[in-house]
């Protein structure tokens, strides 16, 4: 199936890596004190000591080399990494504005998408709740659901200056700031007032450092009862997938967006949560419609081929029996067990 498009590849790279690049270093901080067990232990230069996914301590093996670039596998979730374990070298502003000029002409493309994910979000929330979402992007879906539910609070984190206009020219309320620095003030003043949270990340979590460790943080600082929706590209098979798509596209591309640092599968969202004690649903996401293609593609005309596999995969629901659909998502509850379970 299609990737995103280069260009809004560039620019959710620019927005994400924006809002997680002092989380990162953060952790990286925290980190230090480890870096010569971590040349002991690893053959290639991935830096963390830990699968940053279960936080199992055995070595990744080498998974896919693309050019210059690398992503390793880990042996235990087999889930994977961006080998070394940085963020990409910065987009150019004009990439970012040119972009988000194409975003807007392409609002059209994002609105049944956007309006499935906001049913999903407002089914999940409950009395006494309000919504934290983490890189909101052109904020469609916080548009849809505060249109829904204009009495709960909906806060956005969205470092990006040009998106963050966006957002309140939409008269969406937005936080500018890095998610290290702004989540725990945004999460204590919402927990005073008696709130819980539904936070929201929409394929965000490929893109964040450490992800195990930002949900470990978000289950530390919030109320009990609060909840995290999210979902994150399926990489299952990715080698033997990007390989094909190759094949049948006609042209090589990366195997997958190179701002994915981290490569998540079933197994791999699965140990993450289980190794927290938390509670957990985590299922597929499959591309059905030429709808969500053309969502993910800004493709208005889609070649007949992918009609066909569309068709073939309603039918036959091979992406099931591979264990390779589209995206994966997970719903997470912070219950009162987890306040002890660390
Ligand atoms: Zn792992």
Redo the contacts with the bound molecule.
């Keep these: 199936m299609h990737k995103l498009t280069g260009k809004i590849r560039a620019a959710t790279k620019l927005y994400y890596e924006t809002l997680f690049c002092q989380f990162h270093s953060h952790i990286n901080t925290n980190l230090k004190h480890d870096s010569s067990e971590l040349i002991k232990t690893l053959a290639t230069d991935y830096s963390p000591t830990n699968?940053p996914?279960?936080e199992?301590p055995q070595s990744a093996k080498p998974y896919i080399v693309w050019k210059h670039l690398e992503w390793v596998k880990?042996p235990?979730?087999s889930?994977g990494a961006l080998s070394p374990y940085t963020s990409e070298v910065e987009v150019k502003k004009e990439d970012t504005e040119s972009t988000y000029l194409n975003y807007e002409k392409s609002l059209d493309l994002f609105m049944p998408v956007a309006g499935e994910k906001a049913n999903w979000l407002v089914k999940n929330l409950e009395d006494g709740m309000e919504i934290v979402e983490l890189g909101a992007g052109l904020g469609l879906v916080a548009s849809i659901v505060r249109e829904a539910k204009p009495a709960v609070g909906y806060h956005i984190i969205e470092p990006n200056k040009v998106f963050a206009s966006f957002l309140r020219k939409r008269g969406l309320s937005v936080i500018e700031g890095s998610a290290a620095e702004v989540l725990p003030v945004l999460v204590e003043e919402l927990s005073q007032k008696g709130k819980r949270i539904l936070f929201f990340m929409d394929n965000v979590l490929e893109h964040i450092a450490y992800p195990a460790k930002l949900i470990k943080e978000l289950m530390d600082i919030s109320p009990p009862g609060s909840k995290i929706l999210l979902e994150v590209p399926n990489e299952k098979l990715l080698k033997a997938r990007y390989k094909l798509q190759d094949f049948i596209r006609g042209n090589k591309k990366p195997p997958t967006f190179p701002g994915h640092i981290n490569l998540f599968t079933k197994k791999?969202l699965t140990?993450l949560c289980r190794h927290m004690g938390l509670s957990y649903k985590i299922w597929f996401n499959p591309l059905r419609s030429a709808a969500e293609v053309k969502y993910l593609t800004q493709e208005r005309e889609l070649n007949p081929l992918i009609y066909a596999a569309l068709a073939i995969m309603r039918l036959t629901y091979i992406d099931y029996l591979l264990g390779v659909p589209y995206h994966l998502r997970a719903e997470i509850i912070f219950d009162e067990k987890n306040e002890n379970s660390l």
Excluded: A
């Design positions: 699968c996914i279960c199992s880990c235990s979730c889930g791999s140990m």
